[in-house]
């Protein structure tokens, strides 16, 4: 089965990253936007072009799943799209519900892009789980463009972190990491956080969903990968280099919670 994965950049890779692991047999395309990352700075109606043009391009690569690995792709284009294109489409959604089920009456701060942060979805999302006065929410704007160039945990990360995360933490449970991209930081956002405070994620709960619309068969084939730059594929021994470095992070990163 052939399982694509969009993002606006390389946030994504984390959550194919997961999928590899749990779907070892399938055929996986990985597709970037390198040409218009980040989304969050941008409108909510470039967006939904963007996403529009991506999810042609991979239909016409005969994919007969998407999975939107992007939060903000999620929020702004995911219902548009799923009202567009009759394949499963399954998108992201912040690990809000985890830490509120684990951690009742517990304060989750919710970090996202942005536009994610602003947009109608996760207000909604906020409603349905009563989380009113437990979900704080903020933007992590720089920390696209660190992940992007590949500064992980650099002094300007550290810095740049403990300037915008300086919460009273005595009366939160959770952050929630509510940006594909921030997935990358979790040791230095383990260094600076309280111990008693848990990282959580959506991958785990986005693959699932993925595995419970498409039920995957089983096959003797090996699992393979293409990687796509906004329609054009990879096959440049620097760029798949650095997408390999990009991986072998989310594997160092794999555990932290």
Same mark, same amino acid.
């Given at each position: 089965?052939? *399982?694509?994965?969009?993002?606006?950049? *390389?946030?994504?890779?984390?959550?194919?990253?997961?999928?590899?692991?749990?779907?070892?047999?399938?055929?996986?395309i990985f597709?970037?936007?390198?040409?218009?990352?980040?989304y969050?700075t #941008?409108?909510?109606e470039?967006?939904?072009?963007?996403?529009?043009?991506?999810?042609?391009?991979?239909?016409?690569?005969g994919?007969?799943?998407?999975?939107?690995?992007c939060?903000?792709?999620t929020?702004?284009?995911? #219902?548009?799209?799923?009202?567009?294109?009759?394949?499963?489409?399954?998108?992201?959604?912040?690990?809000?519900?985890v830490?509120?089920?684990?951690?009742?009456?517990?304060?989750?701060?919710?970090?996202?892009?942005?536009?994610?942060?602003?947009? $109608? $979805?996760?207000?909604?999302?906020?409603? %349905?789980?009563?989380?009113?006065?437990?979900?704080e929410?903020?933007? +992590?704007? @720089?920390?696209?463009?660190?992940a992007?160039?590949?500064?992980?945990?650099?002094?300007?990360?550290?810095e740049?972190? %403990?300037?915008?995360?300086?919460?009273?933490?005595?009366?939160?449970?959770?952050?929630?990491?509510?940006?594909?991209h921030?997935?990358?930081? #979790?040791?230095?956002?383990?260094? !600076? +956080?309280?111990?008693?405070?848990? !990282?959580?994620?959506?991958?785990?709960?986005?693959?699932?969903?993925? !595995? %419970? @619309?498409?039920?995957?068969? &089983? &096959?003797?084939?090996?699992? &393979?990968?293409?990687?796509?730059?906004?329609?054009?594929?990879?096959?440049?021994?620097?760029?798949?280099?650095?997408l390999?470095?990009?991986l072998?992070?989310?594997?160092?990163?794999?555990?932290? &919670?």
């Amino acid at each position: 089965m052939k *399982i694509a994965f969009f993002d606006s950049g *390389i946030g994504g890779l984390s959550v194919l990253h997961h999928a590899m692991k749990i779907l070892p047999q399938a055929e996986f395309i990985f597709y970037a936007d390198e040409d218009n990352v980040p989304y969050g700075t #941008k409108s909510p109606e470039e967006v939904l072009t963007y996403v529009d043009a991506a999810f042609q391009f991979l239909i016409a690569q005969g994919v007969e799943a998407i999975v939107v690995a992007c939060n903000t792709a999620t929020s702004v284009a995911v #219902k548009k799209m799923r009202e567009k294109y009759s394949l499963p489409i399954i998108g992201m959604e912040p690990a809000m519900k985890v830490a509120l089920d684990t951690f009742p009456n517990r304060k989750v701060l919710v970090t996202a892009t942005a536009i994610t942060i602003t947009g $109608k $979805k996760i207000q909604r999302l906020i409603e %349905r789980l009563h989380a009113e006065n437990l979900a704080e929410l903020k933007a +992590l704007p @720089r920390l696209v463009e660190f992940a992007e160039r590949q500064e992980f945990n650099s002094l300007a990360v550290e810095e740049y972190l %403990r300037g915008e995360l300086n919460y009273d933490w005595e009366n939160f449970s959770s952050l929630v990491l509510g940006c594909t991209h921030f997935n990358y930081f #979790k040791d230095t956002l383990r260094k !600076i +956080l309280p111990p008693h405070v848990k !990282i959580l994620d959506g991958n785990a709960g986005t693959v699932n969903e993925l !595995i %419970r @619309r498409i039920e995957p068969t &089983s &096959s003797a084939k090996i699992s &393979s990968v293409e990687f796509f730059y906004s329609g054009r594929r990879v096959t440049d021994a620097i760029e798949l280099a650095r997408l390999e470095k990009f991986l072998r992070r989310l594997d160092e990163m794999e555990g932290l &919670s």
